[in-house]
């Protein structure tokens, strides 16, 4: 028997959204028919079923995946696209960072347990002291980006290329976005590439993302429900009882 509703459950602060990409999900999951649900405690959506979707930032998405047993894989960057990258990159131990030539790139292999940085000198590194020193770290070279886009995939599919830091004007390859996902087979139903234009006009990868909690970026609302919405249906092994 089918359920009558589906059920979206959005993170909240105050009876609002709680930022942007909640309140572009919230607008695309009432447009697709859901029952959107705002929240702010764990007890407010105790009593979901495993269908029904969570959005809400990488700490509250991780706790609920991890409260199903769900593990996610760090995609980062694939080996498919390395030829992509323009750059070198290694990883390496936290307390090993003061090593390495500076300035370069770091970030945590585990996905938004810090934010990513350029390593201008030690003093950067302190913003990392929450972590142990045998976190293992991302590193790569600089690149000097003109600007950056990020290219959301559904099924294989591109639905929206956004644009989010530096030049607008200065566009990425489309020719080349498109040869990336063609090489992306076995990917997840849903996740980003995030592309770079340096100044020789090359259009080079930033990095993937999974795409069970991840920013819109001005993507249409409804392309990014359905697009949070196939991934969360994929990691929890569940199928839409409704059809769009």
């Given at each position: 028997?089918?359920?009558?509703?589906?059920?979206?459950?959005?993170?909240?602060?105050?009876?609002?959204?709680?930022?942007?990409?909640?309140?572009?999900?919230?607008?695309?999951?009432?447009?697709?028919?859901?029952?959107?649900?705002?929240?702010?405690?764990?007890?407010?959506?105790?009593?979901?079923?495993?269908?029904?979707?969570?959005?809400?930032?990488?700490?509250?998405?991780?706790?609920?995946?991890?409260?199903?047993g769900i593990k996610t894989e760090n995609y980062n960057y694939p080996d498919?696209?390395?030829?992509?990258?323009?750059?070198?990159?290694?990883?390496?131990?936290?307390?090993?960072?003061?090593?390495?030539?500076?300035?370069?790139?770091?970030?945590?292999?585990?996905?938004?347990?810090?934010?990513?940085?350029?390593?201008?000198?030690?003093?950067?590194?302190?913003?990392?002291?929450?972590?142990?020193?045998?976190?293992?770290?991302?590193?790569?070279?600089?690149?000097?980006?003109?600007?950056?886009?990020?290219?959301?995939?559904?099924?294989?599919?591109?639905?929206?290329?956004?644009?989010?830091?530096?030049?607008?004007?200065?566009?990425?390859?489309?020719?080349?976005?498109?040869?990336?996902?063609?090489?992306?087979?076995?990917?997840?139903?849903?996740?980003?590439?995030?592309?770079?234009?340096?100044?020789?006009?090359?259009?080079?990868?930033?990095?993937?993302?999974?795409?069970?909690?991840?920013?819109?970026?001005?993507?249409?609302?409804?392309?990014?429900?359905?697009?949070?919405?196939?991934?969360?249906?994929?990691?929890?092994?569940?199928?839409?009882?409704?059809?769009?």
């Open positions: 028997m089918k359920r009558n509703k589906r059920y979206a459950f959005i993170h909240s602060f105050r009876g609002k959204p709680w930022n942007e990409e909640c309140q572009v999900a919230y607008n695309g999951f009432k447009k697709l028919g859901f029952e959107c649900v705002l929240f702010t405690t764990n007890e407010e959506i105790a009593f979901r079923k495993r269908q029904d979707i969570v959005v809400g930032g990488m700490l509250i998405m991780s706790a609920v995946l991890d409260e199903y498919e696209l390395n030829y992509l990258l323009g750059r070198r990159i290694w990883t390496t131990e936290l307390k090993n960072l003061h090593n390495e030539k500076m300035p370069f790139f770091a970030k945590p292999v585990e996905e938004k347990i810090a934010q990513g940085m350029v390593i201008n000198s030690d003093k950067d590194l302190s913003e990392y002291n929450n972590l142990n020193g045998e976190t293992q770290m991302l590193c790569s070279e600089v690149v000097d980006f003109l600007s950056e886009w990020r290219c959301f995939i559904l099924n294989g599919e591109i639905i929206g290329i956004q644009h989010y830091k530096g030049d607008k004007t200065i566009t990425c390859s489309r020719d080349t976005i498109k040869q990336a996902v063609e090489k992306c087979v076995d990917f997840p139903s849903a996740y980003t590439l995030d592309f770079g234009v340096t100044g020789d006009g090359r259009t080079l990868l930033v990095e993937m993302n999974d795409g069970y909690s991840i920013g819109c970026y001005g993507l249409n609302d409804v392309l990014y429900a359905k697009f949070l919405y196939a991934r969360w249906t994929e990691l929890t092994g569940t199928v839409d009882e409704c059809d769009f």
